[in-house]
């Protein structure tokens, strides 16, 4: 079955704005956590939410986590041309991390 | 910051050729995984380590690879024959425990097999 399912696959948004990116996924999980990636390079850990937890806040990032739905949403306020990047969520279970397809986020000046 | 590294950041073989990348996790870690992404495609699960022993393993994961801690710094993945679809950027990561602890991800090294 397939998890960490983003949507949606591209948005672009003006600087300033809020960005809202959203996971699903299928099976039980201990956690999810959700990773930046910039063209070509490698995953930034942006953060983690564990299956007991409804949200969390680390900076400008905001993620909530229904586990009754088995969705998530990471919310970036005031959003920033440096913003721009792939975005996973990426579902824990044992000891592996499931990712999605990912999100492009384009952040035009 | 402490970070994971990788080497190499770039690897060209031959199929059917023998390639070792390498990793040097975070040094308070105790659990270290090998991911893949093929260009395009998700970053796939390949293997998690813990205590000199695979914890858990994908199906990709098969007799072609292997994942060895030579010594206290480096965890290894050795691609014993690649082959054309191996050609991805392979990623280290490692993390203090598991389950709801994160796993910190190296930069990648981009295995192109010819």
Same mark, same amino acid.
């Given at each position: 079955s397939q998890q960490g399912e983003e949507d949606p696959q591209a948005l672009s948004i003006q600087e300033g704005e809020n960005a809202t990116m959203n996971c699903s996924y299928k099976t039980s999980i201990n956690n999810l956590q959700w990773y930046r990636q910039n063209s070509g390079r490698g995953l930034v850990h942006l953060i983690l939410i564990r299956s007991n937890e409804r949200e969390k806040h680390s900076g400008r990032l905001?993620?909530?986590l229904d586990t009754s739905k088995k969705s998530s949403s990471l919310l970036i306020t005031a959003s920033r041309a440096a913003d721009t990047a792939s975005y996973f969520c990426a579902t824990g279970a044992n000891s592996k991390l499931t990712f999605g397809k990912g999100i492009t986020l384009s952040v035009r000046p | 910051e =402490? +970070?994971?590294t990788q080497t190499p950041s770039h690897q060209?073989? /031959?199929?059917? /050729? +023998?390639v070792i990348l390498r990793c040097v =996790?975070?040094?308070?870690?105790?659990? #270290?995984?090998w991911y893949r992404q093929?260009?395009?495609q998700k970053v796939e699960f390949l293997v998690s380590f813990y205590n000199n022993e695979i914890s858990e393993k994908s199906e990709i994961f098969d007799d072609q690879f292997s994942v060895e801690r030579p010594d206290g710094s480096n965890f290894t993945l050795k691609i014993r024959s690649t082959k054309? +679809?191996?050609?991805?950027?392979? #990623?280290?990561a490692s993390s203090e425990w598991v389950d709801y602890n994160e796993q910190f991800f190296? =930069?990648?090294t981009r295995l192109t097999v010819l």
């Open positions: 905001r993620v909530t | =402490p +970070e994971v060209v073989t /031959q199929m059917g /050729q +023998e =996790p975070i040094s308070n870690h105790l659990y #270290f995984y093929i260009l395009g054309l +679809e191996d050609s991805a950027m392979y #990623f280290c190296g =930069p990648g």
